[in-house]
């Protein structure tokens, strides 16, 4: 089964930090993606990779920047964390053809 | 991507066939029909996919309509660990769009 894990469960960080938020997949999925989700809105994609290198903006990236340097890890950056970044994290993986979508289990992040 | 359109809430009663209702009716030839459900405070899981004929695996059934814009998820047997939020989208590619999806609530 392909895995995605996400560096931390929970996670609590002071207004103004940098924050990095790592996810590793371990099936050579080109396309990797980060979602934030809040009560009553859903899931929000932030950023995507389809490769190494490459991302492109979801629909809410302001405040958030990502890194990919090998195809395994997606990073989420918060450059100075805001409190209405307080949320629950979700990185993703995806391959087509019928496959879909694996998620991780999420980092819920705390901006105080 | 074509957009789903699902109805927010749903009640079963415990043991009853659970049958989450979603509309795709934009859905083109080569996209696949996923459904995930998420459970609270965890990352959505797959459920299973179709692309025209019908599908069951060891944890539900996937019905699509003739014309594919509509397909119906079955839970033959829900428990109350099957409370969820399910998420029905439609996808060739990446970077679908989740939408509010269902809420199932089993009951006792």
């Known amino acids: 089964d392909v895995k995605v894990t996400q560096s931390s469960r929970y996670l609590v960080k002071r207004t103004g930090e940098k924050v990095f938020l790592e996810c590793v997949q371990d099936?050579?999925?080109?396309?990797m993606f980060w979602y934030r989700q809040d009560p009553g809105l859903g899931l929000r994609l932030i950023y995507f990779?389809?490769?190494?290198?490459?991302?492109e903006k979801g629909d809410i990236p302001e405040g958030y920047s990502v890194s990919r340097e090998k195809k395994e890890r997606f990073s989420l950056i918060l450059e100075s964390a805001s409190t209405n970044q307080t949320s629950m994290y979700l990185c993703?993986?995806?391959?087509?053809?019928?496959?879909?979508?694996?998620f991780g289990s999420g980092t819920r992040l705390t901006v105080v | 991507d074509a957009k789903t359109t699902q109805p927010p809430s749903m009640d079963c009663a415990e043991g009853r066939a659970a049958n989450l209702p979603c509309n795709h009716s934009t859905i083109s030839g080569n996209e696949y029909v996923y459904w995930y459900r998420q459970i609270h405070s965890q990352g959505p899981q797959y459920i299973i996919h179709?692309?025209?004929n019908n599908e069951t695996n060891e944890m539900a059934s996937l019905i699509i309509t003739e014309d594919r814009k509509s397909s119906t998820l079955i839970l033959p047997h829900a428990t109350l660990r099957d409370t969820a939020v399910y998420y029905c989208?439609?996808?060739?590619?990446?970077?679908?769009?989740f939408g509010d999806g269902t809420t199932l609530t089993v009951k006792p």
């Open positions: 993703a993986s995806f391959r087509g053809g019928g496959y879909g979508y694996t």
């Open positions: 179709g692309l025209k």
């Open positions: 990779s389809y490769d190494v290198k490459m991302k």
């Open positions: 989208i439609v996808s060739h590619r990446s970077k679908s769009t």
């Open positions: 099936m050579d999925h080109e396309n």
